[in-house]
């Protein structure tokens, strides 16, 4: 856990000192985007819980005119898998699985239009909470967390100088929990400030 910590501190340090040295004062473009859509899980992860809706928050500095840098949140509610018994299905339990990402991201746009596809890489921590719906000797729920990354790829739409839209795909694994890969589609906005 420390280890973590302190590589997540030094990569966030070394990312700032490489921003304020290295961006042209006419790239100094802050962007803010929200995103919202279905996350699909994969692998083990698919065993324990639905598709769920998603949500994801990027606060990001244009380090170039098409490259940005930046921190990415990401949250997910998906309810438990249903199991298949004889010609019946039957819900395991109503236990609630959420997921949240938090770390570093780095995307480049291919154009320079006012539509752009757009490719992007991150990583951080990600985290799973299963919430059970009766406590059980005082416990309410569990939990795991671990390293993350993942692979983005969309369009860009930049319709005016401060506002512009996002249709985004990103795949997300975390290797340390289990195998897997959450699968998202989101369509959101996006703030050029």
Do not use: C
Request: hydrophobic fraction near 40%; proline fraction near 3%.
């Amino acid at each position: 856990m420390n280890r973590l910590i302190t590589r997540f501190v030094i990569v966030i340090s070394l990312l700032s000192v490489s921003i304020s040295f290295g961006v042209e004062p006419a790239y100094r473009e802050v962007q803010v985007s929200f995103a919202y859509g279905v996350s699909s899980p994969s692998g083990n992860w698919k065993s324990v819980m639905e598709s769920g809706q998603s949500l994801g928050v990027d606060l990001g500095l244009a380090v170039s005119s098409r490259a940005s840098v930046g921190l990415h949140f990401g949250y997910g509610d998906f309810d438990t898998k249903f199991k298949q018994l004889g010609p019946l299905e039957a819900e395991t339990s109503d236990n609630n699985w959420t997921r949240y990402v938090g770390g570093l991201f780095g995307e480049y746009r291919l154009t320079d239009s006012s539509i752009s596809p757009f490719i992007g890489v991150g990583a951080g921590v990600h985290a799973v909470h299963v919430a059970y719906v009766e406590v059980i000797e005082g416990v309410d729920g569990e939990g795991d967390f671990g390293f993350g990354f993942g692979f983005a790829t969309g369009l860009q739409y930049r319709n005016s100088p401060r506002l512009g839209a996002v249709l985004r795909f990103d795949f997300e694994n975390s290797p340390s929990m289990t195998d897997g890969w959450f699968m998202q589609a989101q369509l959101g906005v996006k703030v050029f400030l």
